[in-house]
């Protein structure tokens, strides 16, 4: 088992930045993705940010230039900075860490951008 536990939602204005962290525990397999997803009032959850162990980032378009994904493999610890936030960045935010036949979902985080 896995638990995923994110932290560094709220409320900021258009424009500020916010900093989310997933703190995973339990039997963590490696090599591994960990990834923040996203889903807003009556959408469906979609991917915002995904990062190997090695390293390599992939971004949705909807956010590229704005947020940075990064991890740190000894705290089994992933950020996600968000910068340049806007209203329609206002979702709940998932942390997600998967691999072949391994697949763990956080609580979520609320993330609210006021205009």
């Known amino acids: 088992q896995v638990q995923l536990v994110e932290s560094g939602g709220g409320l900021v204005q258009a424009g500020g930045s916010l900093r989310l962290s997933c703190a995973a525990s339990?039997?963590?397999?490696?090599?591994?993705?960990m990834g923040w997803y996203r889903q807003g009032p009556g959408k469906q959850r979609e991917s915002v940010a995904t990062?190997?162990?090695?390293?390599?980032?992939m971004y949705a378009d909807s956010v590229k230039g704005r947020f940075t994904i990064s991890r740190d493999n000894a705290k089994n610890t992933a950020y996600l900075q968000m910068n340049s936030l806007k209203p329609e960045d206002t979702s709940v935010y998932y942390c997600?860490?998967?691999?072949?036949?391994?697949?763990?979902w956080g609580q979520g985080t609320q993330v609210t951008v006021s205009s």
């Open positions: 339990g039997s963590i397999f490696r090599p591994n993705t």
């Open positions: 990062i190997t162990s090695d390293g390599r980032p």
């Open positions: 997600r860490v998967s691999a072949p036949g391994y697949d763990y």
